[in-house]
């Protein structure tokens, strides 16, 4: 099976998410190993590890003479935060829920705070739909106040409960206020990328179950993000949502068992050596 992938800085951050949590502690030749599959070199894990090491997501520690790291707890914060939107889409709204708006005005001087809390609730799947003006389907309300308070600037910011009564069309505003094409493209791009390879995958062993559990990981983990998971009255027939989510869900499955066994054979003969 062919190991390309998208986004080769991310892989070392992907391997600790899928199967990090198992370890209490990691070697560093484990990794080099491992991710040496993934067509990784030790340079470029060396450099991945550092980045992490420098973020507060990994935190050194030897074992006898060998060198590894063990995840810190902002890590495994990271990580469990991620898993409910990475390995369950985001749960489809209801129309009739309403909507959650959030309009705020930050001073200059608190501009840092002004990027987070855009960045955050974006991260959330709220939509830009105006100057100072974000909005997601109404599930999101208590997210939106917590991410709020966590960042100190309730004083700048207003939240409402909403419905649409009149105004312009919500398929216009959807379309506005989120990427929804690009979105929808990746879903496509994924899709024509795994379909054919899936079949695949229920007989994939070893390196090779390894190597496409993380490809299709290494596809998948972003698009997720991007989806705030509005209510399908607004996303029309062509949204390929649904069927992307369901070939990532199959592709894992046939693929997840195999992956852990090969990566815990390997960590054990690196822990014999």
């Not at 198992?22 to 070697?27: D, M, T």
């Not at 050194?60 to 707890?73: H, I, K, M």
């Not at 989510?245 to 690196?270: M, T």
């Amino acid at each position: 099976m062919k190991s390309s992938f998208l986004v080769p800085r991310s892989l070392l951050l992907e391997f600790l998410g899928a199967f990090g949590r198992e370890y209490s502690w990691i070697p560093i030749s484990g990794l080099i190993e491992v991710l040496g599959a993934l067509d990784l070199d030790e340079a470029g894990v060396r450099t991945s590890v550092s980045r992490l090491k420098k973020r507060g997501l990994l935190t050194p520690q030897r074992l006898g003479d060998a060198a590894g790291y063990v995840l810190s707890e902002q890590a495994v914060f990271t990580f469990e935060s991620g898993d409910a939107i990475i390995w369950h889409a985001r749960e489809v709204a209801n129309l009739d829920d309403g909507w959650v708006m959030v309009a705020f005005s930050i001073p200059e001087t608190a501009r840092a705070k002004r990027h987070l809390l855009k960045s955050r609730l974006t991260g959330l799947g709220f939509g830009h739909v105006g100057p100072g003006m974000l909005l997601a389907p109404r599930r999101m309300a208590d997210d939106a106040q917590r991410v709020i308070t966590q960042l100190g600037v309730a004083e700048y910011v207003d939240v409402f409960h909403a419905q649409s009564v009149s105004g312009q069309d919500l398929v216009a505003l959807a379309h506005r206020g989120w990427e929804l094409q690009t979105i929808n493209e990746r879903y496509t791009q994924f899709i024509d990328e795994f379909s054919r390879e899936a079949t695949r995958y229920p007989d994939a062993e070893g390196r090779d179950a390894f190597v496409a559990y993380m490809r299709v990981l290494n596809w998948w983990r972003p698009i997720p993000f991007l989806d705030p998971g509005l209510p399908p009255e607004l996303l029309g027939p062509a949204w390929h949502g649904e069927m992307a989510r369901l070939l990532f869900e199959g592709a894992i499955a046939a693929l997840e068992s195999q992956a852990h066994d090969y990566v815990r054979n390997l960590f054990s003969e690196v822990h014999s050596k």
